[in-house]
């Protein structure tokens, strides 16, 4: 699986921003997608989680009311709708692909075997 991500950039506190990851290579329904940051400095964590039906969703509670992940299985794609950004949401974001697996935990990056290049978010206050 190939995934790219895209649609980073520079918004103000309050601001929006819409992050796409286009996959290419395996049967993309078969996948859970996952978003996940990295700020300086700081450990790479999940932001939100999809299951391969779209289903289910898991958010971090950061994240939670905010941010909404949702996926076109049709297009191959999988999208973060990040809303009332706050400067603590600056960081590189990077989709994530795995094959779910009995017992797994979503939000744990490790059990993510494809990933994309990243994109860089920057909120300013």
């Known amino acids: 699986v190939q995934l790219q991500a895209s649609g980073g950039g520079l918004v103000q506190a309050g601001g929006s921003l819409r992050l796409s990851c286009a996959a290419s290579?395996?049967?993309?329904?078969?996948?859970?997608m996952g978003w996940f940051r990295q700020a300086p400095g700081k450990e790479r964590e999940a932001v939100a989680v999809?299951?391969?039906?779209?289903?289910?969703?898991y958010y971090a509670d950061s994240v939670k009311g905010r941010f909404t992940i949702s996926r076109d299985n049709a297009k191959n794609t999988v999208t973060l709708q990040m809303n009332s950004l706050k400067p603590e949401d600056t960081a590189v974001y990077y989709c994530?692909?795995?094959?779910?697996?009995?017992?797994?935990?979503?939000?744990?990056?490790?059990?993510?075997?494809?990933w994309g290049q990243g994109t860089q978010v920057t909120v300013s206050s």
């Open positions: 999809i299951s391969g039906s779209g289903g289910s969703t």
């Open positions: 994530a692909a795995t094959r779910p697996t009995h017992g797994m935990v979503v939000h744990d990056a490790r059990v993510y075997d494809y």
């Open positions: 290579g395996r049967t993309f329904s078969n996948y859970f």
